[in-house]
């Protein structure tokens, strides 16, 4: 970190902010200026918390250099991390992107996500997506059908093969979903509940984080640190997009720079969620094809047997033929794809 003293401090207080830094073992260079004093403190930043300089007397600013995320960033871990499962998908690195898609909820018809299940992976698809446990801002909108859903999900993975990601939103229900789910999913409202967070970093079963609704990246790549830091390292970052200025044609922002972004200071696999991103159909597609080029790790996408009938949100799930009319041209994109340093280019 960089620590710059007033003009004013005194030599008693440049000592004192030097012999902090030293007693955690930081190694100290000292740029003595006409005007500043700047001091450059070279050491790990988790054993001095950088207010606890600031608020010494006779300091000005200090600046951190590396990330506060540690065990998500690069610096860390130089290499891409690649999540694997047992049925030979894998999620990260240069492997081909990813595709996950299913209704936004599982609903008492069987039959409908049986449907949508066996369309999505004729047309590719890996992972079937659905909400057992849903997060609804009105308390009179449908909250999911719970561990009847799970169950549902799991006896359309045994007719498909599909993996199942599903969200969890409480840490009592973490034992229940973990049981069920290939993937556990924080939604983005709770991207900050730090205890979920943590109570998923305790299992196994890879985390697909989602990005709030407000949040920077780093808040984001923070979220992500607390499950890390807790011990699960398999955690997969989902862009779905954040609340902007113009409501009225989206649902939200979908933030496309966010994915190169983080793959610059990441070795976490990132996707993208359209749906979610966009609010309507019609921008699906077009922000799922765009998502790739961007150097998306995989797509998730909600899809429904009868979407003006839907549950919850109708408005961006694509019926199962517009999801398998999109598919030939995302199958010949991720069939063009050069993964290349990290970043998606169509090869010529």
Same mark, same amino acid.
């Given at each position: 970190m960089i620590i710059i003293m007033e003009p004013e401090a005194t030599q008693e207080q440049i000592n004192?902010?030097?012999?902090?830094?030293?007693?955690?073992?930081?190694?100290?260079?000292?740029?003595l200026g006409d005007v500043l004093t700047v001091i450059a403190a070279i050491g790990d930043k988790r054993l001095v918390q950088p207010q606890s300089i600031a608020s010494l007397e006779g300091v000005r600013e200090v600046k951190l250099i590396q990330e506060p995320f540690k065990l998500?960033?690069?610096e860390s871990k130089k290499d891409d991390t690649v999540i694997e499962f047992s049925n030979g998908v894998k999620i990260g690195g240069l492997n081909k992107p990813v595709i996950m898609a299913g209704p936004c909820s599982v609903e008492a018809d069987y039959?409908?996500?049986?449907?949508?299940a066996k369309a999505v992976k004729a047309s590719g698809a890996q992972i079937l997506r659905g909400g057992a446990f849903k997060p609804r801002t009105s308390p009179y909108d449908f909250q999911g059908l719970e561990e009847k859903g799970l169950e549902l999900l799991a006896r359309a993975k045994e007719e498909t093969g599909l993996l199942i990601v599903t969200e969890v939103m409480d840490t009592l229900d973490l034992p229940l979903v973990e049981e069920f789910a290939d993937i556990i999913q924080i939604g983005a409202? *709770? %991207?900050q509940n730090f205890k979920l967070l943590k109570a998923a970093g305790k299992y196994g079963k890879p985390v697909m984080l989602k990005r709030g609704p407000a949040a920077t990246i780093r808040e984001f790549l923070l979220a992500a640190e607390h499950i890390m830091y807790a011990g699960n390292e398999q955690v997969i970052l989902c862009e779905r997009g954040v609340k902007g200025i113009d409501s009225t044609y989206t649902r939200n922002t979908l933030?496309?720079?966010?994915?190169?972004i983080i793959h610059k200071y990441s070795h976490l696999p990132v996707i993208v969620?359209?749906?979610?991103?966009t609010g309507r159909r019609y921008l699906i597609e077009p922000m799922s094809k765009a998502a790739l080029i961007a150097g998306a790790n995989g797509l998730m996408i909600e899809v429904h047997h009868d979407p003006d009938r839907a549950s919850s949100d109708g408005a961006q799930s694509l019926t199962?033929?517009?999801?398998? *009319? %999109?598919?030939?041209?995302?199958?010949?994109?991720i069939g063009r794809l050069d993964w290349d340093n990290k970043h998606a280019t169509i090869a010529k």
């Open positions: 004192r902010v030097v012999n902090k830094l030293e007693e955690n073992g930081f190694r100290i260079n000292m740029n998500a960033s690069r039959n409908g996500l049986l449907a949508v409202r *709770n %991207m933030d496309l720079a966010a994915v190169p969620d359209p749906s979610h991103g199962i033929e517009q999801f398998t *009319n %999109m598919m030939i041209d995302i199958n010949k994109i």
